[in-house]
């Protein structure tokens, strides 16, 4: 008889719901609510029989194996002071630091986990995000970078020698990108709203010195319909990652592509990244590696929850990844520009 297959695995903690940049900025998209509205959905749908685990505080060691000393400090520093703003955008309260050191704890759990073997694929449902986060500064809403971290720790203390991280949030991860902008051992790839904060992303950025080729940019235009990005991802990203192969997939996983979206201009729906989760998922498995997804962005709270749900059933196992046309615009131009250092 064969073995039983690993349950999904879903992190959580409540701190989630203890940073509150509204407090300081009434009107912060970035609000407890968003979580609420996840879990919300997710209990009404008995978690999509996910297994569910607590996620553990980060140790300074394992942010240290991104960010700086002195930046981890200054978080901490503010937070216990009472909280306050760290830039246009990013407010912190006392409660802040915790509930970081959380979201960046159940990447590293999440990771953990699925290389030991308990689960095949895991979303990290915790806030605040991080993939604007670099390794000294905090910026637009992230404090440390949670993703970067987890790809961090699978390489540098689990073993890894490659790791793919898919960023499909519409603001572009300008902090991981940099995190690993002369890595060859880390692929990043993006797809984002070109001319969105922060700005950066281009598509000639391609990395710098030995991590050239290994940074992928897609900036689409506002108003951008879901079959693009399922379009780059099937004929592009996903080639270059069944030959970068990696050991260990990650998803920069935000949701504020949705048309309700009040901070992105694309018109992407929960059907758009039930799609994106199944191909990532069939990725894996063409790979043998396991697929772990990070909560980024998303402040429409019932799009945001429908998206998830929509992610999880997928990355879970629910649906087929359906082919699509190469878009003749941008599918053609990232290809011709991948073409430079894969092969299509």
């Known amino acids: 008889m064969s073995a039983e297959k690993p349950k999904m695995l879903y992190i959580r903690h409540p701190s989630s719901l203890e940073h509150d940049p509204s407090l300081l900025s009434p009107e912060h998209p970035d609000n407890p609510i968003r979580v609420m509205a996840i879990e919300a959905a997710m209990a009404a749908a008995d978690w999509l029989g996910c297994r569910l685990a607590e996620a553990p505080p980060a140790t300074e060691r394992e942010l240290e194996l991104v960010h700086t000393a002195e930046h981890i400090r200054s978080i901490r520093t503010l937070c216990e002071s009472g909280g306050g703003q760290i830039d246009a955008d990013t407010f912190v309260g006392t409660t802040s630091y915790q509930a970081a050191l959380h979201a960046a704890g159940g990447s590293c759990a999440m990771v953990r986990a699925l290389l030991a073997g308990e689960a095949s694929t895991a979303f990290c449902g915790v806030r605040p995000a991080g993939h604007h986060a ?35 949030d519409v603001h572009h991860g ?15 790839a993006s797809i984002h709203q070109a001319g969105l904060y922060p700005g950066t992303g281009a598509l000639s950025d391609t990395g710098s010195g030995d991590g050239r080729g290994y940074t992928i940019n897609v900036p689409v235009a506002k108003g ?47 059907d758009t990244f039930a799609q994106l989760a199944c191909h990532v998922r069939d990725l894996g498995a063409s790979l043998g590696a396991p697929i772990g997804a990070v909560l980024e962005g998303g402040y429409a709270p019932d799009a945001l929850a429908r998206s998830v749900i929509a992610t999880v059933s997928a990355l879970g196992g629910d649906g087929e990844a359906e082919s699509i046309a190469p878009d003749p615009i941008v599918t053609s131009r990232v290809a011709s520009q991948v073409a430079h250092f894969w092969s299509l």
């Open 224 to 270: 951008t319909e879901g079959d693009v990005w399922l379009s780059v991802l099937e004929h592009v990203l996903v080639p270059v990652g069944l030959a970068f192969d990696p050991e260990l997939v990650l998803i920069s996983a935000g949701f504020d592509a949705h048309r309700a979206d009040p901070l992105g201009g694309c018109r992407l729906d929960e």
């Open 134 to 168: 670099d390794r000294d500064s905090a910026m637009g809403f992230c404090l440390f970078n949670n993703v970067a971290i987890a790809a961090e720790l699978a390489i540098r203390e689990l073993g890894l020698r490659r790791v793919l991280i898919l960023d499909w």
């Open 174 to 188: 300008n902090g991981t990108a940099e995190i690993f902008r002369r890595r060859a051992d880390v692929l990043f």
